[in-house]
């Protein structure tokens, strides 16, 4: 369960969209909005709820993710702070498409969809950011789409691999991940199971591509994983 919280023009420093706002939006937005925090774990958001509110992420995390009728998780992103989700709600009137749940504890401001649609008519700049985002959701999905089409197991997940890895600046050539996702979390981005993602990333280990440092995944050579050939 939620707990309010206070909500102040400083609390939007975490989202960027909102900070850039001017100040007589900054002073509208912390007049109308709620402040609200959730713990790891919870559920914001269910999937055909009739709510239509706007939730701007200003920190924690969350994960978008859905069902298969026989319960196997699928995940579609999961968003930091300075994100923001709902806006498809917002803007359709339709159901909420998909569920959310805090990856850790989170704080989001959470604004009703007529002062959200308000604040679009006030903020040009706020629409430009939404279509931007919107844009690069719908090449991400469809980019998502032809990989689950027509390539085989281990070529996505290296792909997922490469998605999620942060630069490394010790190491030019090579990145990380951190936290490590668990094999399933892996299978459920990618359309698989578990056991095929442990079979491929157990190859990847003995093929020098991916090593375990503690708390992180290492990848020596990022374009050496990119280009390495199905185990």
Known sequence: MYEEAALTEASLAGVPSLASLSMTSRRWVVARAHGRRYPAGETIVLAGDHDRDVYFVASGSVRILSWSAGGRAVIFRDMAAGCSFG??????????????????????????????????????????????????????????????????????????????????????????????????????????????????????????????????????DLVRLGASPSP
């Open 87 to 220: 806006e498809l709600a917002a803007i359709d009137g339709e159901r909420r498409s998909a569920d959310v749940h805090a990856i850790e504890d989170t704080f989001a401001i959470v604004l009703g969809h007529d002062d959200y649609r308000g604040l679009l008519a006030r903020e040009t700049a706020l629409v430009l950011d939404l279509v931007q985002r919107l844009a690069s959701r719908v090449r991400d999905l469809s980019a998502r789409f032809v990989e689950l089409s027509t390539l085989d197991v281990p070529t996505r997940v290296r792909i997922e691999l490469l998605r999620c890895a942060r630069r490394d600046p010790t190491h030019p050539d090579g990145g990380y991940l951190e936290p490590v996702p668990t094999h399933q979390e892996i299978a459920n981005r990618i359309g698989t199971h578990r056991e095929a993602v442990s079979r491929t990333l157990a190859a990847l280990v003995r093929e020098g591509l991916l090593a375990r440092q503690g708390a992180r995944l290492v990848i020596p």
